[in-house]
């Protein structure tokens, strides 16, 4: 089963991107801060795919990101930065330190699954593809 | 609000009519809530004024405001991913072997909405194949929704729309900030061109095609004329020319002259070289 | 640089933010049009190249609503801890898609959510833009303010 790291000091933008996921078929764990997201990657089995926030008190998302692409038991992990920041420059910042993809915020759920396509993480649709980021379908 | 069933009807009948679009008995939620949304940009009270007045006036363009809110559907950029990837690693290179005397190069966007996959295209080759820098490409987006083709030739996009499957590298290459939304660079734009073509009604005349993109829109017609459409992009196409389709569609069984060809994951339809 | 931010975008940050999150379209309203239920706003401050904060506000009603939708819950099993994180998410995506419309480079706070309106504050000055939505018969108010910065604050007097 894929398994992703969902990063985001909001629990509402956890309990929306993990319910997104959970419906894509991924098995999912979520940390609130960088350090907790760091605790998690030592003590869980690999993750194929973190979506990571950007701004969060303590470690920013783009520290963690650079920190995680320092490890090289870490690197076959895709990474999508996950944020409102949408800054050409930013963009580029977030690809530089070890982002694969990025996603801006507001998203829908489908534009997840291509952002998942695009990065070869494997998941398995159900039926119809208009859902949104809300609860209710 | 629920619309009545014969207005359900009235509207699936007046897209049949103009577009031969099958839109089935189960659409009603489709009809209503596009419908609606139309209502809402009119400033109409209901989607049942909507209709009471395309009964009353006989009014065209409302005809074609129904018929492009009951058509649209969304779009995304390299959608499905696959196909693209058949493109850049296969159809491309075989087609510039094959036109290297000539050098141009023609691709056809048939169903194109409001352009990202024609847009997809030309990023592809700019980003991937620097070698076409030089030759003549003819990269052609058509749909019959004047309104996608007016949104497409301007080359702006919303933040929802730019999320939606475009990598993060080509975002940042070819994209700057329009306001709250964003545009496609101008070198991007310049090579591309878009007009309005309704499939059922006589084609206007066209080079022919290295390649022609006819994705997920042969599902919305009948088998009749899935056939007519299929035979005439068999006919607007090079010898050794390439169709590719939706994921879920097949031209097996409906038309002679094409040959199944599987690169990856994606199958593409080469037109036949023995039968013209 | 006011210009730069016109209400037109303001109201196409929110209907989008609200259409992808909340799965039920906005619609804009009139900047005349006035209804009841003020009392829940979502800050975040801006502080860079320019300074000032984007306020959200609406009712209780709407944002237990918008809680319900992104937390996928009953309304009746909210407490105020996710009414707060739902609404201070919605401003951080509006905000920070307002803010990127607005000079660079600037950084933006984390939310922070109270109870009530900017206008039972009367020390807050008005807001540069203000742009209001209907959101179920509830009102939706996303307002922007801008201060001086401190170069052009040394003109004026406290």
Known sequence: MTRALVVDDSRAMRSILTRILSSLGMEVVEAEDGQSALAKLQQFPPFDVALVDWHMPGMTGLELISDMHRQPKWRSMAIMMVTTESDQSQIVRALNAGAHEYLVKPFTADAVAEKLLLLGVKFSKGNGSESTMGGNN | ?276 | MATLLTADMISEITLETWEAILAEAGSRLSPKASRPGEEITGYVDIAGAWRGNIGLTCSLAAAKHAASIMFDMDESELGQSEINDAIGELVNIVGGNIKALLPAPAEMSIPHVIEGSPVDDPDRPPPLREVRFEWLDELVIVRVWMMPTDEESSDEDA
């Open chain 2, 1 to 276: 609000m629920t619309l009545a069933p014969k207005d359900v009807s009235y509207v699936r009948e007046l897209v049949f009519d103009r577009s031969a679009i099958v839109l089935g008995e189960d659409k009603q939620y489709l009809v209503e809530s596009r419908i609606t949304m139309l209502a809402r940009d009119l400033g109409l009270g209901s989607a049942e004024e909507v209709i009471a007045r395309l009964k009353r006036d006989g009014d065209r363009t409302l005809e074609e405001r129904v018929i492009e809110a009951m058509t649209t559907n969304e779009t995304s950029w390299f959608r499905d991913v696959h196909p693209f990837n058949a493109l850049k690693s296969v159809i491309i290179p075989e087609a510039m072997e094959r036109n290297a005397a000539k050098r141009s190069l023609a691709i056809w966007s048939a169903a194109c909405s409001t352009g990202q996959e024609l847009y997809s295209v030309a990023m592809m080759l700019d980003s991937d194949f620097p070698e076409l820098s030089s030759w003549k490409l003819d990269l052609v987006g058509t749909d019959i929704s004047r309104k996608a083709v007016e949104k497409a030739q301007s080359g702006l996009f919303t933040g929802l729309e730019i999320n939606r499957g475009l990598p993060a590298t080509m975002l940042v290459r070819y994209f700057v900030r329009d306001g709250s939304g964003y545009r496609i660079r101008d070198d991007i734009r310049n090579k591309v061109r878009f007009g309005v073509l309704n499939l059922i009604e006589p084609w206007p005349p066209m080079p022919l095609f290295d390649v022609i993109l006819l994705r997920n829109v042969l599902i919305y017609f009948d088998m009749d004329t899935r056939r007519r459409i299929l035979g005439l992009a068999k006919q607007q196409l090079v010898q050794g020319g390439v169709l590719i389709l939706g994921g879920a569609e097949s031209v097996l069984s409906l038309v002679d002259g094409f040959v199944p060809v599987t690169i990856g994951t994606t199958t593409v339809y080469h037109k036949d070289k023995e039968n013209v």
